[in-house]
Every structure is written in C-alpha cells, then in structure tokens.
C-alpha cells in the first residue's frame, strides 16, 4: 500500500494544521448529516479520557509525601512539591545511574541498529545479489520468532560470553528486537531513490562507499530518524529482556527501577509517590521525542506495518 | 558480466554484518532453543538428554494450560474491543479538521510510552486504598466499598488490565484506519452519497470493505502482542490470585528465570512460537485471499 518512506509519508496525519477551507468542506462531505456538535463534543471528551491518567500521574507525583500516602487519596495535591523526586533521586545507586543506564543503553541500541541496517539496506536494495529474496526473509525471521521465547537460550549464551548483568548485552538484544523493522525501513528508503542519481555517481568513478556517503546518505534522513526513533523508544521501554538480563542493582534500567520502587517503604507497602515521580519520567523523553518527531514516528508505523 | 559478480560480492559485504548478527542473535539461540527442550537443565547441574520428556510434561502440566487458556481469554476478549473501539474512533476523527487531528494526537500518545510504565501508572489508579478509580468510582455513589481489582479475582483483574491496555494501545490501530480510510479515494465516497447512503451504510458497503486489508493487519498485530502479554501481567497482578492471571510468556519466564527449568522453559517457548506462527499464517493466507 504505503511504499515509498524515504520521505515521511503520508504527512500531517497527527500534526495539527490549518487550512481551514477545503478541510471543513471534506469533513462536510465525510460526516455527511451528523451533528457536528455531538461529534466535536465526543472529540473533547475522548481527549480528556486519554490524558487524564497522565494528568493524574504527575499530579500524584507532586504531591508531598503524606498526601501521596493518604486514605482516601486526593485527586490533586493542595501544594506541590517535590520530595517525590527528591527521594527518587537518590534511591538505590541514585536516579542519575539508572538513568544513565537507561540512556546508555538506548544510545547503543541506536548505534548498533543504524551500523547494521544502513548498509544492509543498501546492499539489498542496489546491488544484484543472488538470493537476495531469501537473505532477507532470513533477517526478517526475528519477525516470526517472538524474542519473548528467545529469552532463554540468548540468557544462556550471554552468560557464558559474560554478557549478563550487562549494557552491551542489555543493546544486543534490544537489536535484535528492532532489527527486522528498520531493516525494513531502511531497504524501502534506498530502493525508493532514483536510479539516476547512482548512475551519474557511477560514471564518475565513485566506489560503491562513496556512492553510499555522498549520495545515498542525504537523502536517507528522514529514514534514519524514524529508525532512531523506534529503537529509543524501544531500548528505553523495554522491561522483560532487562528483568531477565540485568540481575544486579547496578544494571537496572529505568523501567525495572519502578519495578524496584513499588515495594520500599519498610512496612514493604508502596511508595506511591515516588512510584508516580519514577513514571512521570519514565513517560517524558518518549512523549517529548514523540510530539516532536511525530511525522517520522506515523510514516515509520506505516512503512513498518502497511506495506 | 564480470562487474555483475563483482557488483553482487561488493552488496554482499555489506549485508553481511546484519546477517551475522542474525544468525548469532536470533537464528543459532533458536537452534539452540530447539536443543535445550530436549533436555532437562538447571543451571546448577549439566544438560541431561531427556528426549520429548518436557513436552509430554507441557501437556499434562495443568498450570500451563490454565495459562494457555488465560492468555487465549485475554486476547478473545481485548481483541475485539481494540479493533471495533479503534476503528470507531478513527471513523470519527477521519476528516482533516483541526479537533479531529488533535484528538488523534491525544489518542496516539499512550503508544509511544513503555507499557511497564503506564501498568505502573495504572496499578496505582486501580489500587483499592490509594487508587483514585475508586476514590472515584465512591465520589460519584457507584460503589460504597473499595473494590479489589487487582489479584484477588482472576476474572476483574482480568478487565482491570483490558482497560489500562485498551487506554495504552488503542491508538496504534486507530492511526492506521485513518490512514486507511483516507486513503479511499473521494470520488467513491461521493458516488455512494449521490445514491443516496447514509453515513452507516456507507460504512458498511464502502469504508470496511475497503480497508480490509489495514483490518486484517492491526488484527494479527493485536492478536500476537496480546498472545505475548507479560508485561502488564507481572506488574499489575503479580500473576495472583494462584497464578490464575500468568500469561504464557509469564509461565516461560517463572519456569526459566526463578525455578532455573531451563529445558522446559525452551519447550514452552517453542510451543509458544509455534502458537504464534500459527495465527501469522492464517493471518497471511486471509490477506491473500483478500487481495484476490
């Protein structure tokens, strides 16, 4: 359906936009003899419904101690403060620590899925290779074997290599959880640029790395950016393969710190609102990164999922 | 016909990287996966060749089965409510206007958030005490006591996790209808108006035929994250009451991780994944037969 991501298509699905006239016009058309108002009216209030969990969120997180703990809670704290991330902040090894882990190792996810998937995606997109078809469906065989059965035997491996307890480890397997997909993206955006452009390279003596460096890379941003995109979200979401992976307090991510919180007052009851302080930035990068990128995040569901 | 070969070993080297790491990280774990379920290993001890033993065990173990069932239940019943709600929803915020894209904005963000992130969010809300679901749920007279959502009913714990699902991935769907019914080209739309059809029936006969495809796509993507359910499970119910809540994959991580049955572990992942295959080939066979 969808085949041409190299550039962010199709655009503006999400992003607001202005062109008031032949939009009212469409939506006429398309709504034909509905009451717009009612429709309007179940807009607002499916928009309050979605954002109303992460309103609470933060707000719970802002809420001093004894108002986070209190019976029954209250729905908004009476003044804000932030203990909440004050005790986050130094719990366990510290906030900064996991957080460091978290991005370090998004960071390598990004790194290594771009070093294996830019030049995979050229190679099958530019150059005649034989059994090319099947080279691909193999590196697409991670799509049809859930990594979540793959735990056990790559826990195994990693173990005797000394990956476990591991960054590296931790990026190797969120690769390969992403790997199928910006490979996909990335064959797609190198087999949607014109022929010219690489013959006219051709002819003037480049070898096929310049060619890739000179020609091919400008034009595969908007590719890159979705691929980097989908691995940091990835790699900073991820919770079983680090649960599985990472067995020591200094290896934790993120998402198994909230694990790690729920139970950490000495009564072994939970800490709500640091619970809540721990999710609340758990939840901003993605959010921001997504309200910023999100054309590249929509054309990469698309390329991905409707192909 | 020289520089063909040449041209084609030059392709090669750079796939080669991608593919190594596949064959390391995905394909020979596989193999190995298949290798260990014959086997009943504890870390602790030395593999012992035990031939189909685990899987004669998967089929009379009533805890896999209970898990196999539940996890079948869980997808039957969130299934349908992402694909009808998402599908109406997009219907809705189709046309171009400004609410419209913003509504599809709000309803999209949850997907990009970590799904251990938003059940941590949502554990809180359902809690019975500090939870304001119920806090709520009194506030406007519904219920008089705290309800227990969570872990000590199989069944409301079960729908506790559907809504925070529901709430977390809706969008996914959704966005891609959008996509799919903007794309029908207008001049359809318009032809069928012209006769007559009212917004329903228009629906009917037009819209859901011709998005079938996207339909089909969300369903096997919805389906398979949901046979693959875990996260949520481990951090909302803690798999309780009695291990009635534990999905599959939940079953294969207490089987490999904290008892260290490392054999069975494999053959309950393997019959996972042939679980999972089956539906993706069903899945492709229907899409086939769509396109006819």
């Known amino acids: ?69 209190a019976v029954p809670p209250l729905y908004f704290p009476s003044e804000l403060s932030l203990e909440n991330y004050d005790k986050l902040w130094n719990y366990g090894s510290g906030l900064p620590h996991y957080l460091g882990n978290s991005l370090f190792t998004a960071l390598m996810t990004i790194v290594m899925t771009l070093l294996l998937t830019v030049p995979a995606g050229y190679g ?27 735990l056990t035997p790559i826990f195994l491996m990693f173990s005797t290599l000394g990956l476990t307890n591991n960054l590296l480890g931790l990026a190797i397997v969120h690769t390969t959880i992403q ?129 | ?86 599908y109406l929803i997009a219907l809705l915020v189709t046309p171009n206007s400004r609410l419209s894209r913003t509504t599809r904005t709000f309803v999209f963000t949850p997907v990009v958030i970590g799904l251990g992130a938003s059940s941590f969010l949502w554990y809180w809300l359902f809690s019975p005490n500090y939870g304001l679901i119920n806090k709520f749920l009194m506030d406007v007279g519904l219920i008089d006591t705290p309800i227990l959502w969570l872990g000590v009913d199989a069944g409301l714990s079960n729908w506790a996790v559907i809504i925070s699902i529901t709430w977390k991935v809706i969008g996914f769907g959704m966005i891609l209808f959008v996509a799919a019914i903007q794309a029908i080209p207008s001049e359809i739309n318009e032809a069928t108006m012209v006769d007559g059809a009212g917004f329903w029936q228009r629906v009917r006969k037009v819209i859901l035929p011709l998005t079938r495809r996207t339909i089909l796509l969300v369903t096997l993507v919805s389906v398979i994250g949901s046979l693959l359910a875990f996260d949520q499970f481990y951090i909302m119910t803690a798999g309780q ?22 054999g069975y572990g494999a053959t309950l992942s393997l019959i996972l994944a042939v679980v999972v295959l089956g539906f993706t080939i069903v899945q492709m066979i229907l899409t086939r037969r769509s396109e006819t």
């Open chain 1, 1 to 69: 359906m969808t085949r041409a991501p190299s550039a962010p298509t199709p655009p503006g699905l999400l992003e607001p936009d202005l062109e008031a006239g032949p939009v009212k016009g469409r939506r006429n058309r398309f709504w034909a003899g509905r009451n717009k108002y009612l429709l309007g009216a179940i807009c607002i209030a499916i928009c309050l419904v979605m954002v109303t969990p992460l309103v609470l969120s933060v707000a719970a997180s802002l809420k001093s101690p004894p108002e986070a703990a």
């Open chain 1, 124 to 150: 099958l997109a530019r150059f005649p290779i034989p059994g090319k078809e099947f080279i691909f469906v193999l590196l697409l065989l991670a799509l049809i074997i859930p990594y979540q059965a793959l």
């Open chain 1, 179 to 307: 790997l199928p997909f910006s490979l996909y993206i990335m064959r797609n955006a190198f087999e949607a640029v014109p022929r010219e452009l690489e013959e006219a390279a051709l002819v003037d003596g480049a070898n096929s790395w310049q060619i890739l460096r000179r020609v091919f890379l400008p034009t595969m941003v908007p590719a890159v950016i979705t691929v980097t995109l989908f691995a940091f979200v990835t790699s900073w979401n991820e919770f079983l393969g680090a649960l599985v992976m990472m067995r020591n307090d200094s290896g934790l991510t993120l998402p198994l710190l909230l694990a790690l919180t729920r139970t950490v007052t000495s009564l072994g009851s939970t800490d709500w609102g640091m619970l809540q302080a721990g999710v609340t930035i758990a939840v901003i990068p993605c959010v921001v990164v997504f309200l910023l990128l999100q054309r590249y995040y929509v054309a990469g569901l698309y390329s991905g999922a409707v192909k």
């Open chain 2, 1 to 86: 016909m020289h520089t063909t070969t040449r041209r084609s070993l030059t392709g090669f080297w750079y796939v080669l990287p991608a593919l190594l790491f596949v064959v390391a990280f995905t394909a020979w774990p596989f193999i190995q996966m298949v290798w260990i379920s014959l086997n009943e290993w504890s870390l602790i001890t030395p593999p012992s060749f035990v031939g189909l033993e685990n899987y004669i065990n998967a089929f009379t173990d009533s805890q896999f089965w209970v898990s196999l069932r539940f996890t079948l239940k869980y997808t039957l019943l969130i299934t349908p409510i992402l694909m009808i709600g998402g």
């Open chain 2, 241 to 262: 009451p009695r291990n009635l809540t534990a999905t599959s994959v939940f079953y294969i991580y207490l089987n490999s991780f904290p008892y260290l049955k490392l």
